[in-house]
């Protein structure tokens, strides 16, 4: 008996201790975390009947800004929808970390009580959720009332249309596990490329060289890299024939001097990775139709939004960790 007494006196100061509790967002498997977020929209769905591909939208958007902007701490639950403490517990509310949702209402904060248990929370994950689908209700369910509703939250045109895409991404797909990448190129053609991130001398950056130059023939399929959405298709002076993909991170992949489009693709077009969008070409640096002014290539650049601008970034290094899984896929069969 005294024995069993220690051991539990063991047990709890263990816990005690322990920084997190067993059930911390960190020990859940990529699985586990979709599975409870879906569990999560569609109880909100079902409280206020906003489509869980409208919150799964906005929350997937809002990851997105928690791992740019540097003003927001990582979320504690699984859903990474952000309010300000302002915003919450209203910004007249002498203490703002306010959960008592009747002086909320008082000092005309959003918080809501979306669990039932009395407290409307910042940081739990129903209690934020519900917020927002309570927010989104007053706008209506229709495809135009949820940009209406997005406009007056984010007040930006490129916000309110990558969150739609998302919500057209998880719609079409029904699920939110949509993390594979592929390689632009089937890794059974010839190519090549080499780092020339921020290169002087490069063809169809925007500023210095934007991105990586995969060289290869012409014709070779060009092949989508991630999950997401045609969000721009057609000529660009030094891109020529350029398609642009917006995947769920926010991340825009562009894709220039094709020789062609596949036939079908266009803007709205939803894409898994590995899906063939356009041909190897050499088209640019002119007016449309313009080709042969350098070897063909695949210009591929990534750019990241944050919810205020967007920027370029490297992406050879992802290229090179798409490129091995392609292979790894290959051997397995
Ligand atoms: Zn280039």
Redesign the pocket.
């Known amino acids: 008996m005294k024995q069993l007494a220690l051991l539990s006196l063991i047990v709890s100061c263990l816990m005690l201790s322990s920084p997190v509790s067993a059930e911390t967002k960190d020990e859940l498997t990529a699985e586990q975390k979709y599975e409870k977020r879906m569990e999560l929209y569609q109880k909100a769905e079902a409280l206020t009947s906003i489509p869980w591909h409208y919150l799964a939208a906005v929350d997937t958007f809002e990851r997105g800004l928690r791992r740019t902007l540097k003003n927001r701490p990582r979320e504690e639950g699984v859903i990474s929808i952000f309010y300000t403490e302002e915003e919450w517990a209203g910004p007249l509310n002498p203490d703002p970390a306010d959960t008592n949702p009747l002086s909320i209402q008082l000092f005309g904060g959003v918080g809501l009580d979306g669990d039932g248990d009395g407290l409307a929370e910042r940081t739990n994950d129903e209690d934020v959720l519900y917020t927002l689908a309570h927010f989104l209700e007053r706008y209506g369910f229709a495809e135009q009332d949820f940009r209406i509703a997005l406009w007056e939250k984010y007040q930006r045109e490129q916000s309110v249309n990558i969150i739609d895409g998302h919500s057209k991404v998880y719609k079409h797909f029904e699920t939110l596990d949509l993390d594979d990448h592929a390689f632009p190129m089937p890794i059974r053609s010839t190519y090549s490329y080499r780092n020339t991130w921020g290169d002087k001398r490069?063809?169809?950056?925007r500023r210095i060289?934007e991105?990586t130059?995969i060289f290869a023939g012409y014709n070779v399929p060009i092949r989508a890299t991630a999950y997401g959405r045609v969000e721009i298709l057609g000529w660009n002076k030094y891109g020529g024939w350029r398609i642009g993909i917006r995947d769920l991170d926010n991340i825009y992949h562009y894709f220039a001097h094709l020789s062609g489009f596949e036939k079908g693709v266009e803007v709205g077009s939803i894409v898994s990775p590995g899906d063939v969008i356009g041909y190897c070409g050499s088209s640019g640096y002119g007016k449309p139709g313009t080709q042969g002014k350098f070897p063909p290539h695949l210009?591929y650049g990534m750019y990241r939004d944050n919810g205020y601008t967007e920027w370029s970034f490297d992406p050879y290094p992802y290229l090179k960790a798409w490129e091995r899984q392609d292979y790894r896929k290959l051997k397995r069969g």
């Not at 490069?202 to 950056?205: D, L, N």
């Open positions: 490069g063809w169809g950056g060289h991105g130059d210009h």
